[in-house]
């Protein structure tokens, strides 16, 4: 396992880490119990993976308290982030359908030390919003909060997560101004790559982390979702439509010579190309069970693609027709 800096914080993270969404939320096919959400984030660990991205709101924090009680005794070892800003408490979770969300300094101290008490620590490495809108992010007070919480020694590093849809463009560029936010997560892979290689161009000139979530396209790029796929309506991929995988599965064909010349699957190749840029600091692929820990664990080995491929993957992505991309409506 190898590892990279998340941002300007410094602190080291695997380049492959555990989205621990799955594990608090049955929205990926399959309700994972909690005998075997501990066996997958010790798996991780034993594998070298030290990061852990979750949010209080994954299951209302099942989530955040499975990785407390795994990792009890283990603080140092490992990297926490996780994330706040729903107001969860007297809600029903359904799919992709938002909550109410608070950001002042209130709403925020409380949320984070409701999740110090989950997580049975008294910091956490990575704390941030779950995904602001543009004029939360052009609000003062949860940045200044942070840095209240920073200096008391709750909190390293500050994050912001774009979301719950791909976009979010200005919101992710206005966030990496703020000087207490180390990385930004967003929705990015080999066939998704805008608003991606806009966030990461300017991530690299801030020092911000890029955190990257659905890196196998909702499974298009692992070979588990096809275009006749029947997707239950309790999974979150059922947003992804027939036409747009039948479209992806095309583009995928485009993109295999290149991986084959290279010695590898589709898989490793879409993991392997994001791992290739610059500013990202750590990739989260979707995970529900030990042997898919296993096998992109395997994939951070140290070899990236070169140059010159790298380049053939940008020429063929931009003959692409472009997509809709979410926004707050303020900054269309």
């Given amino acids: 396992m190898k590892y990279k800096k998340l941002g300007k914080s410094g602190i080291k993270v695997s380049e492959i880490g555990f989205g621990a969404w799955t594990i608090g939320l049955d929205w990926w096919g399959k309700k994972i119990e909690e005998d075997e959400a501990k066996r997958m984030l010790k798996k ?27 990792f009890k005794g283990m603080r140092d070892e490992i990297v926490i982030s996780s994330k706040y800003g729903y107001d969860f408490s007297n809600a029903e979770q359904i799919g992709h359908a938002e909550l109410p969300q608070q950001f002042d300094q209130k709403f925020t101290e409380k949320a984070l030390q409701a999740t110090l008490e989950r997580l049975q620590t008294n910091y956490i490495d990575s704390f941030g919003m779950h ?68 966030l990461i161009e300017k ?61 590898l699957t589709i898989t490793e190749f879409a993991i392997k190309f994001i791992l290739s840029k610059k500013a990202i600091a750590s990739v989260l692929p979707t995970v529900v069970s030990e042997e898919e820990i296993e096998s992109f664990a395997a994939i951070s080995d140290g070899n990236y693609i070169n140059s010159s491929d790298m380049k053939e993957i940008a020429e063929l992505y931009n003959t692409w027709a472009p997509y809709e991309l979410k926004a707050t409506p303020q900054a269309n």
């Avoid at 993976?49 to 299951?59: Q, R, S, V």
């Avoid at 997707?231 to 059922?238: E, G």
């Fill in 44 to 70: 991780a660990y034993d594998l070298g993976i030290n990061f852990f991205e979750t949010a209080d709101m994954y299951g209302k924090g099942k989530s955040e308290k499975l990785i407390g009680e795994v």
């Fill in 203 to 263: 991530a690299s000139q801030q020092n911000v982390g890029i955190l990257v979530r659905v890196p196998d396209a909702s499974g298009i790029l692992t070979g588990k979702v096809k275009a006749e796929t029947v997707i239950p309506s309790n999974d979150h991929r059922k947003d992804r439509k027939m036409e747009w995988r039948q479209e992806a599965l095309k583009k995928v064909e485009q993109f295999r010579p290149i991986a084959e010349r290279n010695g």
């Fill in 131 to 198: 995904n602001p809108k543009l004029d939360q992010i052009r609000n003062n007070e949860p940045f200044e909060t942070f840095d209240k919480l920073i200096q008391e020694g709750k909190m390293k590093t500050a994050q912001v997560a774009l979301g719950p849809a791909i976009g979010w463009t200005q919101e992710g560029l206005e966030a990496m101004d703020r000087e207490n936010v180390s990385s930004v997560q967003t929705v990015y892979n080999i066939l998704e790559q805008t608003p991606g290689n806009e």
